[in-house]
């Protein structure tokens, strides 16, 4: 595919993802009065025809559907749950990788951020050391950790960091995760219900966009050296784990069953309850050491 046609796909791609989002905000706030009814089914439903082929339909998403797209060349996924049983607060996720990692770019070193409000709802990745990076401003509002010191303070750079902070401003409700592993950016946001529209998606969309851009220019080849590159190199895992919810790798925010010990991100764990496994059923979960 040559450059016209990944802009086009680009731009096709942009293009459905506003118009799908006054749509997707409208039934998220439908969910919320009646989140499960006739009503609601046949407007999920009536959203999947109209944009077939753009959700993900699972057993945990259901009435909350994950949602599918391109962005600046990024696989991208969208989903929204409910936080609290009163559907007064929603969380964000949006979860980028990059199929270029290894060719054109170096993976991204392991680094979590994440805004101080966050800090009990956070389990701190195995293996991580938090880090400063004399910025007043980010480390009053970020604790970030990374698995080495180096990688992370060479992502970092002022306008990844201002970045983050415009991502943290979007929505009353300030608060933000992102983490940073192999060839994947997850970002968190919870949100007061209310806040919950096509702008707010969308200004997320676009606002994580501008920090991977930031991200991956300091992360390109030709700009790295010979030691930039020793120090950047990833191995990846020889078993990558999966979570038994959302199907993603597990590397940051683990936990597992206390029963059977099977691992689930801890967000995910959160949304369905339970340990996802059939039969287990089991509601306490532990840190792994």
Request: charged share 25%; aromatic share 8%.
């Amino acid at each position: 595919m040559g450059r016209r046609d990944e802009h086009h796909a680009a731009e096709s791609s942009k293009g459905l993802l506003d118009e799908i989002l006054p749509s997707l905000a409208d039934y998220y706030q439908q969910c919320r009065k009646i989140l499960v009814s006739g009503r609601t089914q046949r407007e999920l439903e009536h959203l999947r025809e109209q944009f077939g082929g753009t959700f993900r339909k699972d057993a945990y998403t259901d009435h909350f559907p994950k949602v599918a797209f391109k962005s600046g060349g990024q696989n991208a996924v969208l989903a929204v749950w409910p936080r609290k049983a009163d559907l007064s607060e929603f969380q964000v996720n949006l979860a980028f990788s990059n199929p270029g990692a290894g060719s054109q770019t170096l993976p991204y070193p392991t680094v979590e951020i994440f805004s101080h409000g966050l800090a009990r709802t956070v389990v701190p990745a195995k293996g991580l050391s938090r880090i400063t990076l004399s910025d007043s401003l980010f480390d009053h509002h970020f604790f970030a950790q990374a698995q080495s010191d180096a990688p992370a303070r060479r992502i970092l750079v002022p306008e990844a960091r201002q970045r983050l902070m415009e991502l943290y401003c979007v929505s009353t409700h300030h608060n933000l995760y992102v983490g940073l592993e192999f060839e994947r950016v997850l970002l968190k946001k919870y949100t007061h219900a209310n806040d919950l529209t096509a702008s707010l998606l969308a200004d997320l969309s676009d606002g994580a966009q501008r920090l991977i851009e930031v991200l991956l220019r300091r992360l390109t080849i030709e700009e790295a050296d010979r030691d930039a590159l020793e120090i950047l190199s990833v191995s990846f895992p020889a078993e990558i784990v999966r979570c038994q919810v959302c199907g993603e790798s597990i590397v940051l925010d683990r936990i597992e069953c206390r029963r059977c010990e099977t691992p689930h991100h801890r967000d995910c764990w959160d949304y369905n309850g339970r340990c996802a496994v059939y039969g287990c059923g089991e509601s306490h979960f532990r840190i792994p050491a």
